[in-house]
């Protein structure tokens, strides 16, 4: 009678104060049945890694319009694999230039989306990626 | 080292997979379950329920900070509802916790209504056991007023704290719901709401109205209870019977909240002092087990019975040749696993 949900943490670090889109992929996640724990605006990188553990989530999901993924994103990466973390998908969204992309992957970021990312496929790449491990 | 002794060690990241292996009924579920169950009894079980947006998250953010500042631990378990359109959920309580994050004696965990209520209800009392084994002084569930579901999540909570807000509780609704039998303790939050004294007076009259001692006791100890307690009388008597407070706290700035506290301690000792802290733990106990047992022999019984046959059966009563009282005589006669 097991039943395997995918659970995800949305999580908006850094200092903008929009959270429309990180809402709209929470969404999003939700109606593809996934369990969505969403923590709301201005997370430091110890507050995600924390959430993280505690909810024993598959996937963290980062949201960071402010163009500051490049300082956050390695930070919140070192932390996810000192935590133990390493089992964790971690995707991230928002305005990145194409060449960041490869440094971020490199620091462990499995997915990076654009802005304009249709939803279903964000969908479909966390479902495949979760259905390959096991 | 097994993932039972990991949490017993102290390892949060143990405490956080054998929650989601309780919670998914893995098959390593029982046998965790079974290692922690003898450290399990020291928690205080406080229940948070109430209406959506009464403030219910950030009470339990303010009672945690308070608990902690008293020295005690503290789990939250916060529990909101599946859709049931898509399966999925949005569990949004950890935005009003904030100030709880980085504290390792705070460890708080989201979960998700699932499927039915008494899944529900039994899959949280084994996440509370889990929680419970790790230690923690206090475990706060808070769960959306709805209804029979907190009722049954109340029936594991020893304290039961029922938020109202301005404006919500003054018609009958809260009763019709049976939420204020179910309540130890009534808060009304947004207490910098202007309202809120309307809402403390109407919630004092109802409960003068509802509250003629011993219906509080039996909802307490459940419906489907059949068992006798050892001829024990589960009514208080009018002397020794617990008043439910009426409190304000404004959950933003932390006012009243101490006071809340001081009551739930207060409630403890009573539910000590009282015997009804063993009473209730034995109505727990009972429920569960027949709950247990009605799902093992029900389980058992249908992997004995084969789909065949239960076809066969069907299509007999549809033709009306067999009342389903007989089928289920003839089938229990054949393929009953206790003989
Ligand atoms: N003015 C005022 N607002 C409050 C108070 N407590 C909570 N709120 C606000 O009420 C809203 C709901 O608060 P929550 O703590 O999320 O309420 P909840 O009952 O947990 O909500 P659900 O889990 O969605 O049912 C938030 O915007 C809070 O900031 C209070 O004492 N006074
Ligand atoms: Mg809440």
């Known amino acids: ?134 | 080292m097994t993932l039972a002794e990991e949490v017993l060690g102290g390892s949060r990241r143990a405490l956080a997979r054998a929650i989601t292996a309780v919670e998914n009924q893995a098959a390593s579920a029982p046998e965790v379950l079974a290692a922690l169950f003898s450290h399990t009894g020291h928690a205080h079980l406080l229940g948070v329920t109430g209406a959506p947006g009464t403030g219910k998250s950030s009470l339990v953010n303010q009672l945690a900070l308070d608990a902690r500042k008293a020295g005690k631990t503290v789990a939250v378990l916060a529990v909101d509802p599946t859709s049931p359109f898509t399966g999925g959920a949005i569990l949004g309580d950890r935005i009003r916790m904030r100030e709880l994050a980085g504290d390792s004696g705070v460890f708080i965990r989201s979960m998700a209504t699932r499927g039915s209520l008494g899944g529900l209800a039994r899959a949280t009392a084994d996440v509370v056991k889990v929680l419970d084994a790790a230690g923690f002084d206090y475990i706060m569930i808070e769960t959306v007023g709805a209804g029979q579901s907190e009722v049954d999540i109340a029936r594991h909570a020893q304290t039961t704290i029922v938020v109202e807000a301005p404006g919500m509780g003054d018609d009958v609704q809260a009763i019709k719901a049976g939420i204020l039998e179910i309540a130890d303790i009534l808060v009304v939050n947004k207490a910098d709401d202007p309202r809120a004294e309307t809402t403390v007076r109407a919630l004092r009259a109802m409960l003068d109205l509802a509250h003629p001692g011993d219906a509080h006791a039996v909802s307490h100890h459940g419906m489907l209870m059949r068992v006798v307690l050892n001829g024990q009388d589960g009514a208080p008597t009018e002397a020794n019977a617990w008043r439910v407070p009426v409190m304000t706290t404004n959950a933003l700035s932390g006012e009243g909240v101490p006071e809340v506290l001081t009551q739930v301690v207060n409630h403890r000792q009573h539910l000590r002092d009282t015997g009804e802290m063993a009473r209730r733990e034995m109505a727990r106990i009972i429920n569960e087990v027949d709950a247990a047992l009605r799902d093992r022999l029900m389980a058992d019984l249908l992997d004995r019975i084969p789909n065949s046959e239960l076809e066969t059966m069907v299509a007999r009563i549809a033709r009306r040749e067999l009342a389903p009282q007989q089928a289920v005589s003839v089938l229990v006669a054949a393929y009953s696993p206790i003989t």
């Open chain 1, 1 to 134: 009678m097991s039943e395997r949900k995918i659970r995800v943490l949305v999580a908006k670090p850094g200092l903008d104060g929009h959270d429309r889109g990180a809402k709209v992929i929470a969404r999003a996640l939700r109606d593809a049945g996934m369990e969505v724990i969403y923590t709301g605006l201005r997370q430091t990188p110890d507050m995600i890694i924390e959430a993280a553990l505690q909810e024993d989530v598959d996937v963290i999901g980062l949201s960071i319009l402010s163009g500051a993924h490049m300082a956050l994103a390695p930070v919140i990466m070192e932390k996810v694999h000192a935590a133990g973390l390493d089992d964790v998908m971690v995707i991230l969204g928002g305005i990145i230039p194409d060449e960041d992309i490869p440094i971020l992957k490199e620091a462990g970021v499995s997915e990076v989306f654009g802005p304009g990312s249709n939803t279903n496929h964000i969908v479909k790449v966390i479902q495949d990626s979760i259905r390959a491990r096991e």
